[in-house]
């Protein structure tokens, strides 16, 4: 629908024409995502003779892209269009002086190869307003849309509860998982997508967690940036996005993924190096620090060993101590390492730092060197107003 309210774009297809090659800051041009259906709702769904599958423009547009809509629709029982929709492409694709109707031309040849597929929708509403088009024929019919327009989702929804809706990344793990495609081509088609005119990707977490593995879980990886992962991670951590919450999607992701698999520490420190850059929220001590506490503070201590250390948590102090010498090469001893830290719990609030504190202690055994320098810094620093003096203490 963003079409509908851009008085420079003739037509869909040169809105989204804008949207390729326009630079990323005019993000007018460019479709924020609506949600990703559950993969058991949306194979639900292709499997039921009883809902009508609705293909919005956004999605018609990005499958014809991608190549994949030939794929899709020859798998499933039936589609619609919005009668306005098809018209649309069928003007498009023959309208003369038109620098963007091949894309129309190729999807309308799409749909000409599956017309004894296609149900053609009409509504009683103006046929400019997208909103109440699609309202009105999900009110009357069982049905789910594919679309990738977040606000046209949003509308809807408020008027039609029961609205059901999918997006791009479902049809394309759906033609994976009637084996259509491969599972390489599965990750390649999420991440060309990205590469599209999409503003905030809107997958769910485990196909980003799969997308993260099967991309930088290898030997010969060192940076993210050398892989087809950039593609979606720029995305996903633009910098025009809220900062606090892609800090906290970088997190969760990390997080997940490392329930999984370990993250080699040269391509988790591309990771940091390359959200920083985006987003420069503190320095790289200070969110590897960060990032330590927080793992610290959300995994409960597993005492296995007779020396009452938490072997989870001693992993996460070496991949701490691995991160903050990787930045910072001349950290050589434990005080050097474990300061940052202590700065970073007194950004936290009284009662949440000194359960962090705990936590962290879980790290180490009790009463050796290690924990009693951590407990000694840690109670020097409260006991001042100020942080300025644990300057001296690394030097």
């Known amino acids: 629908m963003r079409h509908d309210f851009l008085s420079n774009t003739g037509s869909i297809f040169t809105s989204w024409s804008y949207s390729l090659n326009y630079p990323d800051e005019f993000i007018e041009f460019r479709i924020k995502q ?197 593609s979606i991670f720029d995305k996903l951590f633009e910098v025009n996005r809220n900062q606090k919450s892609c800090r906290d999607l970088f997190f969760k992701m990390l997080n997940q993924v490392e329930l999984r698999k370990s993250i080699n520490v040269d391509v988790l420190y591309s990771l940091f190096k390359g959200f920083l850059i985006r987003h420069p929220i503190k320095t790289e001590m200070g969110l590897i620090s960060v990032w330590f506490i927080y793992k610290c503070f959300s995994t409960a201590a597993d005492f296995k060993s007779v020396i009452c250390r938490s072997e989870q948590h001693f992993e996460y102090w070496l991949e701490y101590e691995a991160l903050a010498i990787r930045v910072n090469g001349q950290l050589n001893t434990f005080k050097e390492l474990i300061i940052p830290v202590i700065q970073e719990l007194f950004v936290l609030e009284e009662e949440v730092r000194e359960r962090a504190f705990i936590a962290i202690m879980n790290c180490f055994v009790p009463m050796t060197q290690e924990a009693e320098l951590f407990t000694s810094l840690f109670k020097q620093a409260s006991s001042n107003d100020s942080l300025m003096h644990l300057n001296h203490y690394s030097s």
Request: overall charge negative; proline content about 1%.
């Open 34 to 230: 609506a949600p990703q259906a559950k993969a058991e709702s949306f194979a639900e769904a292709c499997n039921s003779d009883e809902i009508i599958f609705i293909l919005e423009e956004t999605s018609l547009l990005i499958l014809a892209e991608l190549e994949v809509l030939d794929l899709f629709l020859e798998n499933i029982s039936g589609f619609s269009l919005l009668r306005t929709v098809f018209n649309n492409i069928n003007q498009a694709a023959y309208a003369y002086g038109e620098i963007n109707n091949l894309l129309a031309k190729r999807i309308q040849l799409v749909i000409q190869k599956h017309l004894d597929k296609l149900i053609l929708l009409d509504a009683s509403v103006k046929a400019t307003d997208s909103i109440a088009l699609y309202t009105e024929v999900m009110l009357s019919h069982r049905s789910l849309l594919i679309t990738d327009d977040l606000y046209l989702s949003h509308y809807i929804k408020l008027n039609c509860e029961t609205a059901k809706f999918a997006n791009t990344f479902n049809v394309i793990e759906h033609i994976f998982a009637v084996k259509l495609i491969n599972n390489s081509d599965k990750y390649d088609l999420v991440a060309k997508a990205c590469d599209m005119g999409l503003y905030e990707p809107n997958m769910r977490m485990d196909l980003l967690i799969d997308l993260f593995i099967h991309y930088l879980d290898a030997d010969n990886v060192t940076d993210y940036t050398q892989t087809k992962f950039k």
